[in-house]
Every structure is written in C-alpha cells, then in structure tokens.
C-alpha cells in the first residue's frame, strides 16, 4: 500500500516536474546556444513568457480553413503530453509504466506528427502543403529506424516496455557494446529529424523554403500556437528523457524508494543539462542540410539500428 | 463447436455439407457487418450482389472441398459481374486471376497433404487476395464496381480467400507443416505491404488509394499468418499465439474499416462526380458528417494509437520482435529487415492517410464540384455509422476482442500460448484526458477567448482576386505535389518513373510476351505448306522408327 503510495506520488511529481519544466529545458538550450555563438541570447525564462503572450493574443482562424483547424494543435498537444507522462524521467516503476510500450510510444509521436501534418494542410496554402509533404518523408525513415532499435534493445533487456529496459539496463551488466553504440547513434539522428532540429529542420527559421516544421504551424496563433508551441517543447523534453532512460540509466531513483528520489532528481537534471550543451554545441556546429539529403541521414540510422541488431547476435556467439 | 449439416443437393451421390465451427464463425462475424453496410448503401437491390454474398457465405461455411470450390468459384464468377457492370476495362484481368486461382486451387484440394498443396493453396488463395507478387489486377478491379461492392471485395472477398489459406495451412494440411512455409507467406507479406502502402502514397484516385491500402493490410495479416506458421512449425508456443493474434485482429479490423472508407468515397462520387484527389478538398465543410467518418477510417488505415488499426500492428511488431530473436544468423538480418519494412510500411499508410484526409477533406475546394458538395444519404450514413460504432470496441478494447479470438488461435495452433496485451487504451485515454483538463484549466484562467476568421496570411501573399472564390487552386498542394517527396526518393527505385507496379513490368509483361511468341508459333505451323507438312511427318516417322530400332538392336 505505501508502496502504492509512493509510486503515486513519483509519477505526479514526474508529470508535474516535465510539464513545469519543458519551457524552461528549451530556455536553457536557447541560452547555451547564444552563448556558444557569442550573444548575450534571451533569458531563461523567455519560453514562458512567450507561451503567456500567446495566451492572451487572440486566435485568429483563416476563412479557407475547415472546423477542424482549432482540433489539430490539441491533438497533437494531446498526444505528445501522454508520450511524456509514459516515459520515465527521474525514477523508474511509475504508475504508468505497464502502459508505457516503446511501440506505443513510437505511436504517440506518429500521432502527434499527424495531427500536425493536418494542421498544415488545413488551411490550403503552399506552405503548410511543402511542410507536410516533408514531415511525411522524415517519417517514413524514422519510424523504420525507431522499429529496428527496438530489436536490439529487445534482445538486451528482454521486455519492450521503456520502464523495463531502464531497469535491466541499469541493474544487468551490460557494459559497452557496440550494438549500443550503432543504437545510440541511430535514435540520436531520429531524435534529432523528430525535434526538428538542425541539421534537419531549423528551430529558429521562420520563413524559408527549407523549413518543415515551422512551415505547418505558419497559420496558427494565439492560443492554438501556445499550444503548439509548447507541444514542441514536450516532445524535445519527451526525447531526451527517452535518450537519457535508455542509454544512461545509471543513478535512476525507484518509484517505491523515497530515499532514492534526490539522488535520481539530481541526476536527472544533470543528465538533461549535459544533452543540452551536447545539443546546443552540436547545433552551432552543424549547417541545415537540404531536404533531400535527410532521408539519406535518416536510412544510415536504419542501417545502424539493423547492425546493431546483427551485431548483438555475433556478439552472443563469440561471447563478448 | 462442430456443427454439420447435410444439404440436399450437390454432387450426386455426396451432397453438400456445411460445417460450422470457431474459425468461420470468426470470419462470418467478420462478414455480416459489411455485408448489411453495402446492402444499406444501396445494392440491396442487386441480384447479383446477394449471388456474390451467397458465394461467400458458401465457401466460409463448405464442410466439403466441393462446396469450398463451389462457392468460391461462384463469389468470383458474381465479382466479376459486378466489376464488369462498374467498367469493362479491368474485368478480363480480374476473369485472369479468377481462372488462375480457381485452377491452383481446384487440383490442390484433392491432393494428399503435402508441401505442393501448400505451394498451389497459397498461390490460388494468395492470387484471389491480392498477395504479392500476384496483386497487380487489385488496385485495378476493386475500385471498379459501385461502392458496396468495392466495400465487400476490399473487406470480404479477400477475408475469404485469406480464410482457405488459413482453413489448410493451419488446420487440413497441419501434419506437413514445415518451418519454409511460414518464411514465404512472410517474405510475400512484406513484399505486399511495401508495394501496397507506397503505391497508396502515389495513387491519385481515392479509390485507388483504398485498394492499395487493401494491399498492404493483406500483406500485414499474411506476415501475421506466416510468422505463426513459422513458430508452430518451431515449436515456439509464445511466438505463435502472438502472431496468431496479430493477424486475426488485423482482419477483423479491416473487415470494419475499409468498407467504410469504401462506401465514404462512393459517397464523395455521388456528390461531387469524382474521386480523384486532385479534383477535390475542403469537403469537410460542405459534408461535416461523412468527413468526421472518414477522419475515424483514416485513422484506423494508418494504425494510431486509440484507433482499432493500433493494437493489431503493436501485436504484429512484437511478434516480428519476437522472431528476430530465435533462429540463427540468417533469420536475424532477414527479421530485422521484417521489422524495417513493417515500420517503413506503417509510416507509408500514417502518409497516405494523411493525404486522403488533408488533401480530399481539408483546405480549399480545387473544382466547384467539390464547393458545392452536400452531405451524406441517408442509407451511406446509417452503413458508416453502424461500422464507425462496431470499430469502437476493437479499438478501446481490444484485450476484450482477443479473449473471443482464442477459441479460433486454439483450433489454428493448440499449443499457442500468447503474452497478455500490454497495449492499453483506456490508460492512454484516461492520461489524455487529464492533460486536456490541464489544457482547458490553463486556457480558462488565463487565456483570452474567442476566435477571430480572417483572411489567411499565407506568408504575406496577397488575398486572391474575386473571381477565384477559393483562391488559386495552383497555390495548394496538390495530390500529385504531395506525394512527390516519397516519389522522388522510394517510388522512383521501387516503381520506376511510370508508376507501373513492379508485378505487371516483372511477371504480366513477360507472360504477355510468351504468349505473343506462342501465337506466332501456332501461325507458323497452321500457315505450313503441304511440303512442309509431309516433310514434318516423314522426319518423326524417321526419328521413331531410328529410337525403336536402337532401343530393340542394343
């Protein structure tokens, strides 16, 4: 019962911590990356309080779209908010663990990528057409490459639950393969085209020929595109939770431990602020490339998550 | 349950007997809904129609191979009439396929129980349900005829042949069950499922669309199938009820769906005169009702999460996991290469039902047609109505559904033993609507209400001149436009520049030149001289005689 208890209460303050904290992680990678180029760049509170003029702006609703354009964002709003709720942050065995497949998380993403592809498409308008027709491209590849990883995480931790490969990845002794490193470079190019950041899609464009994500978004505002915009910020906090789950479980609290929780919430923010200087600098670092290049990108992590799969196996048979 | 009757006619001296237990249960379960859909969309009137129904009804129920072959020859030979009423051009392909199917299977239900059963049943059953290689006359026949019929081809024809597959790999030809089997279903599974869920992408017509979806949901039931034959045939109890589950949930999920997604799009021809998608858009708001349907039957197509699409792909993935992880070096690559398509497959269907819905029901109309558009009858309403409700159990339940399908994975495998579904739904939902409470607590406290229609923005452009209501339809992405990105980079390797599937250019073309060569062959010998005929006889005359005094002298 207390064990229950205390389950309890680590997902609510895994819930509340990511949806209070999902601004202030974009903030943050906005911080680092003005840095790293040499500005001042915008506070760290600047995500919220671009989220609260948002909400006061009143929403504007084009006269070509149908009824559905104020569903889309929800949805896709929706879909994300879940996705984090399911993946662990701080501490493993939450309450909603058992729900939290990797393959339905990989389908909350899917859900929420379509939900905005109608969004763009709603208005029928060039952009929001080129934008879709792109996103839809990214995530042929992606999704390929997200099953694949699967296998090999599968094959390691013998469950496909995110919750479970956490634990056994923390708990069995697995060390440092080479399959982890094939997967670890795969899903980082996926979570990369997902988030939409470069070298795929640039975060900070508004208005170019290249731009996917923000191209489907172009017609939102008020707070529809609080909505969105914050869904963005989920998923980008969605996606590294679900890096820092897989690859560096160490040091994760246990939901029925209360003891364990500070250790884990110290390690987690510190885990989430290494991913962010890693992302900022690697952005700064990198060029957009063309739209026709990313599936290129994306098929090498499809190639990398299948020898990760093939690897595991040579490596089960020569006893590494 | 067994349950026989004799009936009294048939074959002389045998009868026909009909035979009723938990697999054609399942599948005339899986029949009736779709069956009284397309009679409520208006072919209740139709002869032929109930002929193909009988057909089918016949074939599910047979207890007999003469009643089996009795019914699916009639269900083929209705079909047919029914393609031929819709447009001649396709029916003689469709008559083809018919023929060769009817002719793999006829000899094959009287053969003894062996590997070449197999070979002629799947290829027989396989040809009749649009299984690759042999699918190329699928996209072509199935949007033919009016939309009931479509709807019942796409849902129920290819569940019946899907049916005698199953009725003689998993039950009749069990004792010669070898591990290969299970491996060809799956490779020609994956095969369907990528050449079915890319030409979705492409394809511009909306009924077109829906038969390669059919395509590709009939490869995603036969990698289930196969990959259950393949762990029933190794002995991997787990592995076998998953797989099992997998595809008998995909069949009954499609068996709601696509006839509703076929009978919405008869219903976009009735009120605009066309289903291509480039004549189309903004429907949603001349016909909210029929719109709000096909958003439901899109979603199931593309297999989200909370849809009845969803819980059949999970169970397929974790079985197409579960292979992967038996089996030696070679069944590692080709599994892990299951799983790529599978995943690169899905994310095809997310896009082509995206482009249905975002390019056939939102934005702009492209043509007046499609402006003016008004909603649903009142019979298309009831039929979509009562499959979008059938579809709610499949997809917030789908644990419940399972526990009725075990009767039938206990007939196919007895030793199946599947994991519970940790797939669940009403959790999904629940979490969902928290954060909409969250969401909606948020908006009320501090946002500003209301919404103001304006002209779009559209990155700065101009509004467009009054005599284009709808502004210039060149300026929305068109159906062509949108599929161009996945053109460019996976139709133009897998399709080649003409769009023209790959089992027409690989298998329809070379036979067709065979056939030419032959004809020319039979000229030459019917335009022979006298000379050259007598010459023919004298030389075999010759040759035999030479033979029969070589063969007496050694």
Redesign the interface.
């Known amino acids: 019962m207390l064990g229950f208890a205390f389950a309890f209460i680590a997902t609510v303050l895994h819930i509340v911590l990511c ?1 209070v904290g999902a601004p202030l992680v974009t903030g943050i990678i906005n911080k680092l990356r003005a840095w790293a180029l040499g500005r001042r760049g915008p506070p760290l509170l600047q995500p919220y309080l671009h989220l ?1 003029r948002l ?14 354009f ?1 569903f889309w964002p ?1 949805g896709a ?3 994300l ?2 996705a984090t ?2 993946i662990p942050g701080f501490t493993t065995g939450m309450l ?1 663990a ?2 939290g ?1 990797y ?2 998380i990989i ?2 993403f ?2 929420a ?2 939900a905005t ?2 969004g ?11 934008g ?3 996103e ?2 990214f ?10 990883l ?2 090999a995480f ?2 390691l931790a013998q469950t ?2 995110v919750d479970g490969i956490a634990t056994a990845f923390r708990t069995a002794h697995i060390g440092i393969s080479v399959s982890l490193g094939f997967a670890l470079a795969a899903m980082l190019a996926v979570a990369l085209t997902e988030t939409g950041r470069i070298p795929t899609d640039n975060p900070s464009g508004h ?1 170019e020929l290249g731009m996917v994500h923000e191209a489907m978004v ?2 939102y505002s ?2 529809l595109l ?2 969105l915009d914050y869904g963005g910020m989920l998923r980008l906090l969605a996606w590294m939770n679900l890096i820092g789950t897989i690859f560096l479980p160490f040091g994760m609290a246990q939901a029925t431990e209360i003891f364990s929780w500070p250790g884990g919430l110290a390690l987690w923010a510190g885990k989430l602020l290494v991913m962010a200087v890693a992302l900022s600098i690697f952005e700064v670092s990198r060029a957009k490339m063309r ?2 290049r990313v ?1 290129e990108f994306l098929g090498a992590a ?1 190639l990398l ?2 020898l990760a ?2 690897f595991l ?2 490596a089960a048979r020569i006893g590494a | 349950m067994g349950n026989s009757i004799g009936l009294m006619f048939g074959l002389p001296g045998q009868g026909m007997h009909l035979h009723l237990d938990a697999l054609s249960l399942l599948f005339v379960c899986i029949l009736l809904p779709q069956t009284v859909a397309a009679a409520l969309a208006g072919m209740r009137g139709s002869f032929t129609f109930w002929l193909f129904v009988l057909g089918m009804a016949l074939a599910l129920l047979a207890g007999d191979a003469f009643t089996l072959i009795f019914g699916f020859e009639l269900m083929s030979a209705a079909s047919w009439l029914l393609v031929m009423q819709g447009d001649a051009r396709p029916a003689t392909l469709y008559a083809g396929v018919a023929i060769f199917s009817g002719a793999c299977l006829i000899p094959a239900l009287f053969l003894p129980v062996s590997s070449l059963a197999f070979v002629l049943i799947a290829l027989g059953a396989g040809a009749k349900a649009g299984l690759a290689p042999l699918h190329s006359w699928l996209p072509r026949a199935h949007p033919a005829p009016p939309a009931g019929v479509s709807a019942l081809m796409s849902g129920g024809m290819v569940k019946v042949a899907l049916y005698v597959l199953i009725r003689y790999a998993f039950v009749n030809l069990a004792p010669a069950a070898q591990p290969w089997w299970g491996v060809a279903l799956v490779a020609a599974g994956a095969l369907s499922v990528l050449i079915g869920a890319l030409r979705a ?1 492409l394809e511009v017509e909306l009924k077109t669309v829906l038969a390669c979806s059919t395509v590709e949901h009939v490869g995603l039931i036969t990698v289930g199938l196969g990959l259950a034959l393949y762990a029933k045939a190794t002995g991997d109890a787990a592995l076998s009820g998953l797989a099992l589950q997998a595809a008998l949930l995909c069949a009954v999920a499609h068996g709601l769906f696509k006839p509703l997604l076929f009978i919405g799009a008869g219903e976009v021809k009735h009120a605009t005169g066309t289903t291509s998608l480039n004549w189309l ?2 429907l ?2 001349g016909m ?1 009702r029929l ?1 709000a349907l096909m ?1 439901l039957g899109a979603a199931c197509m ?5 849809g009845p699409g ?1 819980a059949p ?2 169970l397929l ?2 079985a197409a ?1 579960g292979a ?2 038996t089996g030696g ?1 070679l069944a ?2 080709g ?3 299951l ?6 497959g ?3 269907a ?2 082509a ?3 249905l ?3 056939g ?4 109309p492209r043509s007046l047609h499609a402006a003016a558009a008004e909603d649903l009858r009142r019979g298309p309403y009831l039929a979509m109505a009562l499959l979008g409700v059938l579809c709610t159990p499949v997809a917030l339940v789908p644990g419940l559904i399972l526990e009725l399908l075990n009767p039938v994975i206990m007939l196919l495998a007895p030793q199946a033993d599947a994991p519970p579904l ?3 739904p009403l ?2 939902l629940l ?2 609507g928290l ?2 409470l ?2 909606g607590f ?2 009320t406290r ?3 209400r ?12 101009g509004r467009p001149p009054a005599w284009l209501p ?2 210039d339809p060149h ?3 068109s159906a062509t ?6 053109m ?3 139709g133009k390797g897998l399709l080649g520049t003409t769009l023209a599937d790959p089992a027409e250019r690989f298998l329809l073309l070379p036979l067709f030149r065979l056939q030419t060569r032959l004809i020319r062959l039979a000229e030459r010998v019917r335009r022979a001289t006298i000379r050259e005929r007598l010459a023919f006889v004298f030389a075999v005359l010759v040759a035999f005689l030479l033979a029969l005094g070589l063969g007496q002298g050694g």
Do not use: C
């Open positions: 949806f609260a909400l006061r702006k009143i929403t504007l609703v084009p006269d070509t779209a149908t009824d559905l104020t929800l709003f929706l879909a908010a879940v709720m399911l909603t058992d729900a497949d393959v339905t389908g909350l899917a859900l990528r379509s592809m109608l763009g498409l709603e208005t029928g308008f060039g952009f929001g057409g080129a879709a027709a792109r839809a491209l995530g042929i590849f992606a999704e390929g490459a997200l099953l694949v699967l296998l599968a094959l496909t639950s208005l172009l017609e008020g707070r609080a909505l739209v026709f599936p499809l998550g299948m799969g093939v196996f040579v | 992408v858009g903004g949603m708001r909210p719109g958003l593309a297999a989200l999460p909370l969803f792909a999970f993935f974790h996991i992967a992880a070096i590692r690559i599994f892990s290469g799983l790529a398509v599978l995943g690169i899905g994310a095809l997310l896009a039902a995206v482009r819905i975002g390019l029901f939102l934005g702009r940790s797939y669940a959790t999904l979490l969902a954060a909409a969250a969401a948020v908006q501090w946002g500003t209301g919404l103001r229609e304006v002209a779009a923005w559209n990155g700065g452009f709808f502004g300026t929305q992405a436009g949108f599929a161009e990105p996945v460019r980079l996976l």
